[in-house]
Structure formats: structure tokens, C-alpha cells
């Protein structure tokens, strides 16, 4: 069931649930983190051609918001960037790239369960992550946090998309985070460690069954009804184990399957026509 043809009941549980509407669009930073702890995680910049919530389509307000190809003079576009590096900076809730290279913002209430899923337990990391990710993540571990261009003389990584890959990797596996961005006299971010900022949320213990059925539920709470494929879509999470999560909501009477891969909340799944 593609996106366009949702019933029109659900394409308005998003309006509000996802800020799609004028009244509920996102005009500041503390805006952006009470969506953002409401929805679980969101894309950054995202626009409407890819599934779920997205803070610069809250900032503009509207189901059908593309973003334009010179984001430096669309007035939309720069208040999300603005506001993205402000959330960022402020540290409350979680940023970074994801699978797909997609920068993500992750409630702290949710950030264990996507730990388990995707990140790299202390143990693994020496088998599991590249040589250049590791060199990287020796250096901030001694010194905290650092600029890129301190960052890659001090790791050794000095062939830029070497180390721009290594540093998508760290963040898949939530290992380091952009903890601030500078601008002048040149762009730069700072990155730090983080379980520095996320102690307690990196640190605990949540099984991969129990985190695949709250990505889910979380998803699905805010979305109203799950599409095939979407919630991988959405997530980078695999289809079965998606499905997996849908089925345990399913189970507990959270959730109704209402065909093949297609999912909606129980109390919604009678209005859906």
C-alpha cells in the first residue's frame, strides 16, 4: 500500500501526530525536542518523498513539503538546518546518521532500544569496526571531543572520505555523535563521545525482541498504520525483523493486521475505509 493511497483518516492522524499542519508546524528549537520525545525519532531533513516523521516537514507544516534544491535561500530550509544545530548543540536528545547515511534524531527514552539494535557492544568493537573507525574512536576517547581537522591529523585518517566514512560508521553504532558545528572561520563539527552525553541510556541492558517491538510501537503510535515496508523504510531496521515488531504488537491486541505487511493501530483499524 504506497503512501498516496492511505485512507484519508490516517493521512490526518499524521497531519497532527507528524506537525504536517500550519497550526502544529515546528518554530523553534524547544518545539523541535517536545515533537521529537512525541514522535521517538524523526529524520532531520527529510522531505515528504520519504516515509515518516521528518522535523523539516514539521517546520514547514504540511503533508507536501519537497525540499528545494538551494536550501541557502529557502527560508524553511534554513530554519530547520538553524534549528537542527541548535537541538544538537543543546544535547537533550540524541543525533547522528543512521543506516543510509540519514541523520536521525532519537528520543533518550528510545535510544536503548535502537542501541540494540545497531550498536556495537565494547567487546566487538576490534572485530567489527574498521581500522579507520577504531582509530578515530581511540583518539576522542582520550581526548573527549575534537574538531574534524584535529580529529583526522590526531587518528591518522587524514584522506578525507576515509574518514568521513569512518565517522558515519562511529555513528551507526552509536558510538560518537556531532556535539556541536562551528561556522566561522570555517564550517566544522565537533565530535564527541556518545556515551559522554547518553550514559545511562547507551549503558542499558534492553533485549533485541523487546527493542524491535518498541521501535515498532513507537512508530506505528505515531503513524497510525505501517504501510509494507515502511517501517524498514523508516528505520533501517531489515523487513523480518520489522515484522517481527508488528507481530509482537499484533499479539498484545496493540496492533491489527489488516493484510500482507500492513499494520494499524487497534483502536484506529474499524475507521480506515
Known amino acids: 500500500m504506497p503512501v498516496s493511497e492511505l485512507p484519508e483518516v490516517i493521512e490526518s492522524y ?16 524547544l518545539e523541535a525536542e517536545s515533537f521529537i520525545e512525541g514522535v521517538g525519532f524523526c529524520a532531520a531533513l527529510t522531505d515528504s518523498r520519504r516515509p515518516g516523521p521528518s522535523l523539516y516537514i514539521a517546520v514547514c507544516g504540511r503533508r507536501d513539503a519537497y525540499m528545494p534544491r538551494n536550501v541557502q535561500k529557502d527560508p524553511e530550509a534554513m530554519l530547520a538546518w538553524t534549528i537542527k544545530d541548535e537541538i544538537l548543540r543543546r544535547g537533550r536528545v540524541h543525533y547522528g546518521k543512521l543506516r543510509g547515511n540519514r541523520s536521525t534524531f532519537i528520543s533518550r527514552k528510545l ?25 578515530i574512536l581511540r583518539v576522542l576517547r582520550k581526548e573527549w571531543e575534537m574538531a574534524t581537522r584535529d580529529l583526522r591529523g590526531a587518528s591518522g585518517v587524514k584522506d ?26 570555517v564550517f566544522t563539527y565537533i565530535w564527541s ?26 512508530y506505528l503510535k505515531g503513524a497510525g498504520m505501517t504501510p509494507r515496508g515502511e517501517l524498514a523504510r523508516a528505520t533501517g531496521i531489515s523487513n523480518p525483523e520489522a515484522g517481527m515488531g508488528n507481530w509482537a504488537l499484533v499479539d498484545e491486541g496493540f496492533a491489527t493486521r489488516m493484510a500482507p505487511g500492513v499494520y494499524c493501530l487497534t483502536e ?3 475507521s480506515p475505509t
Open 268 to 270: 484506529l483499524s474499524r
Open 111 to 135: 535510544l536503548p532500544h535502537f542501541n540494540s539494535v545497531f550498536g556495537v557492544p565494547h567487546e566487538l568493537e576490534e572485530s567489527v569496526l574498521s581500522e579507520p573507525a577504531q582509530n
Open 193 to 218: 563521545l556518545a556515551e559522554g552525553r547518553f550514559t545511562d541510556e547507551l549503558g542499558a541492558v534492553v533485549s533485541r525482541e523487546e527493542a524491535l517491538t518498541e521501535i515498532a510501537r513507537t
Open 14 to 29: 499524521r497531519d497532527r501526530s507528524w506537525r504536517r499542519d500550519p497550526e502544529l508546524r515546528v518554530e523553534a528549537a
Open 160 to 185: 578525507r572520505p576515509t574518514f568521513n566514512k569512518a565517522i558515519e560508521e562511529l555513528q551507526r553504532v552509536f558510538k560518537v555523535i556531532p556535539s556541536d558545528v562551528v561556522y566561522d572561520p
